[in-house]
C-alpha cells in the first residue's frame, strides 16, 4: 500500500520559535493532504486540507498564519507552526487518501513538545 | 451534533474473549465509508477494517468483523479471541461522499475507546 514518511517523530522547542514537519509519499503522488491535531487522549481533529499547488484550506478556529501548510511538490507536503507556544505542544499527522483503494494512509506523527 | 459517537470511554476484556466497540454515526449522504483504526501509544495509526455505505455484507478482516446496521446507523467493530497486544485506542471513523474520480474527503473521527485487555 501507500507509504507517508512523517519527520520528526519527536520534537521538543523552545517558545517563539518555529517548527516544521514534513510529509512525504514515498511510492504515490499525493495530490490531497490532510492534516491532524491530536491532544493528549483526544481524537483527531482536522485542521487543513493541502491540495498540490493551491492554498491550503483551513477548518474553522484553526489559525492559517500560524499553521502554515505548504504542498509544493506532488510528494511533499510540509506543516510549519509559527511562534510556537506550550498551547501548540500535541500530537501532529498527516494522512493522504491512498491511491491504491479507498482509504487513506498515515504519517506516523510527531509529537510536539514546546517548552 | 456529532456525526461519530463512540460511547464508551474505557473498555475492559479478558484475554481469549471477544469484544464490541460501539460507533454510530450520523450522515444525511447516501455514499460514505466507515472505517476502524486502531492507535497504540505510540500514536501509529492503524487500518483495520472498511465498510462502505453500499456494501451488503458485512466486512470481516481476520479477527476484527464491523456489525453494520444501517437503519439503526451503527457500525460496530467486533474483536474475536483478544489478545494482550490488543490493548489500545480505538477509533470509529467516517468518509462523507464517495471516492469518484480518485478524490476523497477527509475522516471524521470519534473520541475513541480505550481498550484493555486482561492476562
Known amino acids: 500500500g501507500a507509504v507517508v514518511s512523517q519527520h520528526p517523530s519527536r520534537v521538543i522547542c523552545k517558545s517563539g520559535t518555529s517548527v516544521k514537519i514534513e510529509c512525504r509519499s514515498l511510492d504515490f503522488q499525493a495530490t490531497t493532504m490532510f492534516w491532524y491535531r491530536q491532544f493528549p487522549k483526544q481524537s483527531l481533529m482536522l485542521m487543513a486540507t493541502?491540495?498540490?499547488?493551491?492554498?491550503?484550506?483551513?477548518e474553522q478556529g484553526v489559525e492559517k498564519d500560524k499553521f502554515l501548510i505548504n504542498h509544493a511538490s506532488l510528494t511533499l507536503s510540509t506543516l510549519t507552526v509559527a511562534s510556537a507556544h506550550p498551547e501548540d505542544s500535541s500530537f501532529y499527522i498527516c494522512?493522504?487518501?491512498?491511491?491504491?483503494?479507498?482509504?487513506?494512509?498515515f504519517g506516523s506523527g510527531t509529537r510536539l513538545t514546546v517548552v | 451534533a456529532q456525526k461519530i459517537t463512540q460511547t464508551q470511554p474505557g473498555m475492559f476484556v479478558q484475554e481469549k474473549e471477544a469484544v464490541t466497540l460501539d460507533c454510530t454515526y450520523d450522515t444525511s449522504d447516501p455514499s460514505y465509508g466507515l472505517f476502524w483504526y486502531k492507535q497504540p501509544s505510540s500514536g501509529e495509526m492503524i487500518f483495520l477494517i472498511y465498510?462502505?455505505?453500499?456494501?451488503?455484507q458485512n466486512a470481516t478482516e481476520g479477527r476484527y468483523s464491523l456489525n453494520f446496521q444501517k437503519a439503526r446507523k451503527s457500525a460496530n467493530l467486533v474483536i474475536s479471541a483478544s489478545q494482550l497486544g490488543d490493548s489500545a485506542m480505538y477509533f470509529c471513523a467516517m468518509r462523507e461522499g464517495g471516492t469518484y474520480g480518485g478524490s476523497q474527503g477527509n475522516l471524521i473521527f470519534g473520541k475513541g475507546t480505550k481498550l484493555s485487555v486482561k492476562p
Open positions: 494522512s493522504a487518501p491512498d491511491p491504491f483503494n479507498y482509504g487513506y494512509t
Open positions: 465498510q462502505g455505505s453500499y456494501d451488503q
Open positions: 493541502s491540495n498540490e499547488g493551491s492554498k491550503a484550506t483551513y
